[in-house]
């Protein structure tokens, strides 16, 4: 079974509209002679206050090498909920992917496991892809329950969810000790970790469909892990925080997941 890579970069909370614009533009003039084919799916994530200005430098680009994530989104359609934005809005956008369950709306913002399930349903009935991203505390590997963690913020995130419809999502492993902290996890271990992710969805939504999940990792990515991760049976590509806030860096990570 191919799988076609994804890279993707989360921008989190960073840079304005034109540190936007100047980022978005330098990725994409840095791949636009690359030959499509041979290219991982590259997306990005602003914040939602840039979505508009990256959309329309990627849209220039007319070539579709890059596609634009949201951060976040509210599974309502609309109404009296001060602060959020529906999966419509960012269509407006052309937004193709929603990441979700992110460890920093976890745990700062207190998102559950239900709220995470409410968004999947409500950004796969909108016709967009969710990156649902699942991870253990450091605490929790210690405790050795990491496994078991991660297959129930699986389970739970797509309860519901056709078996057809999980075909289609996106997972992304990001242990929580790794994430900003410059400790990669273990290449081996992530792949790992990533194919429980998998047998898990087997059991969910059966072998077939699991086969075509794409599941990233994330969590300190950088240029030099990239190709190692690459090499792994089950990790598809990857979920890049730091090192996609910077034009050349996340371009070697996209060169790092070519063909
Ligand atoms: P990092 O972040 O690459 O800076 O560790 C990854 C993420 O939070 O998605």
Same mark, same amino acid.
């Given at each position: ?12 909370? +960073?840079?304005?509209?034109?540190? &936007? ?5 330098? $990725? ?5 002679? %690359? ?11 602003? #914040? ?36 959020? #934005?529906? $999966? ?13 369950? +992110? ?45 078991? +963690?991660?297959?129930?913020? %699986? ?37 790992? #970790? $990533? ?19 794409? %599941? ?18 089950? $990790? ?12 050349? &860096?996340?371009?070697?990570? %996209? ?5």
């Amino acid at each position: 079974m191919s799988r076609r890579p994804i890279i993707a970069g989360n921008w989190k909370m +960073h840079n304005n509209r034109a540190q &936007s614009e100047e980022l978005v533009c330098g $990725i994409r003039d840095a791949i636009k002679s %690359i030959d499509k084919d041979l290219l991982p799916e590259v997306v990005v994530a602003p #914040v939602f206050t840039s979505l508009d200005v990256v959309s329309k430098n990627i849209c220039n680009c007319g070539c579709g090498r890059i596609q634009l994530a949201a951060q976040n989104c509210y599974y309502e359609a609309k109404g009296a909920f001060t602060g959020e #934005v529906s $999966i419509d809005m960012l269509k407006d956008f052309d937004t193709k992917f929603v990441i979700i369950g +992110h460890s920093e709306r976890r745990q700062i913002f207190s998102e559950t496991d239900e709220m995470i399930n409410k968004k999947a349903i409500a950004i796969i009935e909108a016709g967009l892809t969710p990156i649902i991203c699942c991870g253990e505390t450091l605490e929790q590997r210690e405790l050795g329950v990491t496994d078991s +963690h991660i297959a129930s913020q %699986i389970v739970k995130a797509l309860e519901n969810v056709k078996p057809s419809d999980v075909a289609n999502v996106v997972i992304a492993y990001e242990p929580i000790w790794a994430i900003g902290t410059g400790k990669t996890c273990d290449s081996a271990e992530a792949n790992r #970790v $990533i194919k429980v992710i998998r047998t898990t969805i087997a059991q969910i939504a059966g072998k077939d469909n699991a086969e075509k999940v794409r %599941i990233l990792y994330g969590g300190s990515v950088k240029p030099e892990t990239i190709k190692e991760q690459m090499a792994q049976s089950d $990790i598809d590509g990857a979920l890049v925080g730091g090192a996609s806030l910077k034009v050349d &860096s996340f371009v070697e990570i %996209i060169k790092g997941a070519m063909k």
